[in-house]
């Protein structure tokens, strides 16, 4: 461990005698203090880590990972053409340990794996940072408070009575229900909004404070033709519950009909090594509780039930389905039913940001009276998904937009007026509509890597979250290999990723997005003919006295002229140093937008010269 950050280790104790106990209470402090180890608090703990900040994460349970370890949702969605940073280096472990780069086992996924591969991969990872530790069995309590500053937090052990009192120059709320920031008193919402709040037009005429249906996965594994795994009768058991779920048990006609039978439904979360993870939205084992507001005794009593769900639905394919043979797994998760540590939380409380990120900021990025876009620091391409199919006062039909691929701004990690905190996981400030695709397992991975880029730079810059400009967070980001555009045909291994990156996060040039089903697109066209009033166009919005120019494509030449009068040097110095960088250029013929992108952002560098605040409205040139 790095001689800076020992005193991480080291933990002031004193002890409270009552009766014939003793209750230790701990102290410790630490530069950043991430709060929960799930799937956007481990990534978010390990880039501070990485930038070389002192950093605590505190977990309850003793696994990291999350929704896609801990809660045994090991079939991630989306993502899958977006190989974005500490996503991509996640996928990247899971191919070398599997072997293969063919994870598509079900058909509900491109990246398919077991749960305790998961959590191996990220205690792997953290075990790497000399500046992270890690502490497993710790609950939160409460924040510590100065002021409107969170600065640090109580936890509680989860077996003993011990406490624990962490002092922190910056927390992350990581929590799956964000537990921490409504603690803090910051600001947020629950539930549904009315379509006049945010100017979606899905349908919704009354805001509510109906959240998703939550999942109580179960990971069953095959244990030989022979072998009969079938659970005890689950009180309340009736396969009715579970009519059309599949062809299979199809009775009830007034349900939607099935199109899969029982081996395609199983094989939806097909895992390696004969396993299936039982998450089936349709007439299966989701669950419509709200837990938000109870306290952890409550919720405990309360996901009683969404575990006797799931049990019910295993008891339904064992017997009614006849799969007897798949019991639940006993390799996976080691607690007393076999079942995950806790449930898959789709939703909980959203943060009032900085900004708020909604359907039309993703539907039409480019005509938004904010530029959302310009302030991107994470990725995704999955569409708009909500499970309401548990809760008859839910709306059932919801009319979503046709949407592209989209990336997050920065904002929305930002409280609008707590100070030390950063929120994360599907806490982030977004719209109740627009939480159906950023709550996917890649997309809150680089969340929580972008709140840890943002949480170091603060205690490096010794300066508040919503201080750090948008610029640098981005520019970090892209430097860890992260998409801040979620431009699918120039990846990270592109040599000329990064000036593509940041031209387009300039909107000098824009890409162009695709509805497409499961897996939604947006596109640069970097080999694409270069349009000269685009670019003109673009070049406005920063410079004054740019020229104008009547060609349709963009030449060299006029390119070489444009960028010496907005330099003021002479053109024969951008000729020379522009065929360095991209060899054989001809003076008279059309150029790509990557050649455009690429000589703009060298000599003009506007991504570095512009400021922009977190709408991605221009400050002022830096100096």
Known sequence: MHSIFKYLSLLSCSLLLIGHLAIAQLHTQTAVLVIGGGTGGTAAAIQSARLKVPTLLIEPSP??????????????????????GIWQEFRLQLYQHYGTQSLATGWVSHTNFEPH??????????????????????????????????????????????????DAQITIDATELGDVMA????????????????????????????????????????????????????????????????????QNFSRQKPTVDAQKMLNYGKLPNGKYMINWPKEGNDHYVNIINMTPDEREQALVAAKQTTLRFIYFIQTQLGFKNLGLADDEFPTADKLPFYPYHREGRRSKGLVRFTLPDIAQPFSQKTALYKTGIAVG????????????????????????????????????????????????SVSNVVNGTTRLQPVVMLTGQAAGV???????????????????????????GAMIMPYLDVPPTDKHFIAIQKIGATGILKGKGIPKGWANETRFYPDSIANTQEVLTGLKAYFENVPSLSSRNLTMAELNSLLATLMKINPTEISAKANQLMPDLKPNEPLSRRTVAVLINEFLQPFERFQIDHSGAWIQPAE
């Open 63 to 84: 696994w990291l990972g999350g929704m896609i370890s801990a809660a045994g949702v090991s079939c991630t969605d989306g993502n899958h053409q977006l190989p974005s």
């Open 117 to 166: 591969v998961s959590n191996k991969v990220w205690q792997q990872l953290a075990t790497k940072e000399e500046w992270l530790n890690v502490m497993h069995g710790w609950q939160f309590v409460r924040c510590h408070m100065t002021n409107q500053q969170v600065t640090g937090a109580v936890f509680v052990h989860t077996q003993r009575k011990d406490s624990l009192y962490v």
């Open 454 to 480: 943002l949480a170091a730079m603060s205690y490096l810059q010794m300066k508040q979250p919503a201080a750090i400009q948008v610029r640098d967070v981005q520019a970090t980001l892209l430097r860890q």
């Open 381 to 428: 391409d999955y569409p708009v998904d909500h499970h309401h199919r548990k809760n008859a006062m839910a709306p059932q039909h919801l009319s979503f937009y046709p949407v592209p691929s989209f990336n997050v701004p920065l904002g929305a990690l930002i409280p609008e007026k707590t100070q030390g905190l950063i929120v994360a996981e599907k806490a982030i």
């Open 183 to 250: 603690n803090a008193g910051a600001r947020f919402d629950v539930g549904m909004e009315a379509d006049s709040v945010n100017q979606e037009n899905v349908g919704i005429t009354e805001s509510s404070n109906i959240i998703q249906d939550l999942t109580y996965v179960a990971i069953l594994k095959d244990y030989g033709s022979k072998a009969d795994c079938t659970i005890a009768k689950p009180i309340g058991y009736t396969p009715a519950e579970f009519d059309a779920a599949c062809t299979n048990y199809y």
